[in-house]
Nanobody, 124 residues
């Protein structure tokens, strides 16, 4: 079992930045690929970014490429999502997810564990 707890969400103006954190507990963190997903009101949960357990492979959604950066610190069992140049359309609940294995995936069904989510609101 892996428990994931997100933090760092909040209200920010368009063009601003936020850094989300996802702290993991349970099994060996470094054995898991990690991802961030988001869900806006009235919309389905969508892929944002995912990274391998080593950090060697990373995939970004086109909508966030160049603005968001994922990083992980396996020693601290924490993954981060640095979000810059935020837009109102980035408003959503952001979820951290983990899957056992090296390869990062972009599908919701590929992940075994989910956090409770943290709200990000970007005002125009």
């Amino acid at each position: 079992q892996v428990q994931l707890v997100e933090s760092g969400g909040g209200l920010v103006q368009a063009g601003g930045s936020l850094r989300l954190s996802c702290a993991a507990s349970g099994r060996t963190f470094s054995s898991y690929a990690l991802g961030w997903f988001r869900q806006a009101p009235g919309k389905e949960r969508e892929f944002v970014v995912a990274t391998s357990w080593s950090g060697g492979s990373t995939y970004y959604a086109d909508s966030v490429k160049g603005r968001f950066t994922i990083s992980r610190d396996n020693a601290k069992n924490t993954v981060y999502l640095q979000m810059n140049s935020l837009k109102p359309e980035d408003t959503a609940v952001y979820y951290c997810a983990a899957r056992l294995g090296e390869r990062p995936k972009m599908g919701l069904q590929d992940y075994d564990y989910w956090g409770q989510g943290t709200q990000v609101t970007v005002s125009s």
